[in-house]
C-alpha cells in the first residue's frame, strides 16, 4: 500500500495526516475548510474537492469527522455528490477513526455490502497530542483481511492496535465503554481542582501530588496543568467532542439497560460548560464549578 487518504483535516485528522507522510505514504486529503487544506498541502499533501475524489485516489482511506451522520455522507454520499463507496476500488479499505454511536457504524458496514469495500471500526484515543505525535490507541473490529490491508497505515498513526472484534459497531462499543469512564475521570478532576482552589491549596502543589500519586495519569496530568495555566481554548480538545462521546455512552448504557451514574453526570457536567462556555475545550467544566464557588486553581 502507497496511497492514503484522510477525510476530515481538524485537530485529529490532521494529525493522521502528518505521521502518514511522515511514514512515506502519499496522501491526499479533504476538509470543507480551505484553511485547514492550505495547511495540508503545506505539510506535503494533496488536496482533493470532495471525499469520492480522495477514495478514488486511495487504497485505504481514514475518516475522521465528528458525528454519524457526517460519516455517512462522507462514505455514501449527499446532496447530489457520490462518496467513497462509489469512488473506491474493490479491496480498498475505509478506517473509520470517528467516533459515533456502534449502530451507524453497522449502517455504514451495511450499506458497504457487495461493493468490495472493507470497513475497519478503529475509533482512536489519546486526542490531540496523540494524533500529532503518532501515538493514538486504536480499537479495531473487521475482518483478518480488512485489517491486514489497513494495518500499515494504521501503525503510521499509531502506537497500539487493539483487535477488538470482526463486526463493525464493535470498536465503537468499546470507545463508547472507554469514553464513560474517562469522561467521568475528567469531571472528578475539575471538582478536586475547585476543592483545591477554595481551600487555598495552590495549583502546582496539587498538580505535583496528583501526577506522582495512584491517581495519577495522562488526563488527570493534563486535564490539571491546563486549568492551573488557565488554557481553557485552543488546546485541540474542544468540549463539544468530549459531550458528544458521553452522549452515545450513556445512549448505548440506555439501550442496554445499565445504569451509569458516574457518567450521566459528566455529562451533565459537559452540557452546562458548553452551554456556558461555547468556545472552550475540556477543561472549561472546571469554570463551571469555579463559578460556583467564586475562585479558580491557578498555578
Do not use: W
Request: proline letters at 3%.
Amino acid at each position: 500500500m502507497s496511497k492514503v487518504g484522510v477525510v476530515g483535516i481538524g485537530d485529529m485528522g490532521s494529525g493522521l495526516a502528518k505521521n502518514l507522510l511522515k511514514a512515506g505514504f502519499q496522501v491526499c486529503g479533504f476538509d470543507p475548510s480551505a484553511e485547514r487544506l492550505a495547511a495540508f498541502v503545506e505539510a506535503g499533501g494533496a488536496a482533493m474537492e470532495s471525499p469520492a475524489a480522495v477514495g478514488a485516489e486511495s487504497e485505504a482511506v481514514f475518516v475522521m469527522v465528528l458525528n454519524g451522520r457526517q460519516v455517512q455522507e462522507v462514505v455514501l454520499g449527499a446532496e447530489g455528490q457520490s462518496g467513497l463507496r462509489a469512488a473506491m476500488a474493490p479491496g480498498s479499505v475505509i478506517v473509520l477513526t470517528a467516533t459515533i454511536k456502534p449502530e451507524e457504524a453497522r449502517e455504514v458496514a451495511s450499506a458497504l455490502e457487495g461493493s468490495g469495500i472493507d470497513l475497519v471500526d478503529s475509533p482512536v484515543s489519546g486526542g490531540f497530542p496523540g494524533a500529532q505525535n503518532g501515538t493514538l490507541t486504536m480499537m479495531a473490529a473487521g475482518s483478518d483481511a480488512a485489517l491486514e490491508t489497513a494495518r500499515p497505515a494504521m501503525e503510521a498513526v499509531s502506537a497500539t492496535i487493539h483487535r477488538v472484534g470482526e463486526e463493525a459497531g464493535m470498536g465503537q462499543t468499546v470507545k463508547a465503554c472507554l469514553q464513560a469512564l474517562i469522561g467521568s475521570v475528567f469531571s472528578a478532576t475539575f471538582e478536586a481542582s475547585a476543592l483545591a482552589a477554595r481551600a487555598g491549596v495552590k495549583g502546582e502543589v496539587l498538580h505535583k501530588v496528583v501526577s506522582t500519586s495512584s491517581a495519577g495519569s495522562t488526563i488527570t496530568s493534563g486535564a490539571l496543568e491546563n486549568v492551573i495555566d488557565r488554557r481553557f481554548e485552543g488546546t485541540g480538545s474542544h468540549i463539544n467532542t468530549m459531550h458528544k462521546d458521553l452522549t452515545i455512552s450513556v445512549d448505548l448504557a440506555r439501550e442496554l439497560g445499565v445504569p451509569l451514574f458516574m457518567a450521566a453526570t459528566a455529562m451533565q457536567l459537559f452540557e452546562a460548560a458548553r452551554t456556558r462556555y461555547p468556545e472552550g475545550d475540556n477543561q472549561v467544566v472546571a469554570r463551571i464549578y469555579e463559578d460556583i464557588v467564586g475562585t479558580g486553581l491557578k498555578r
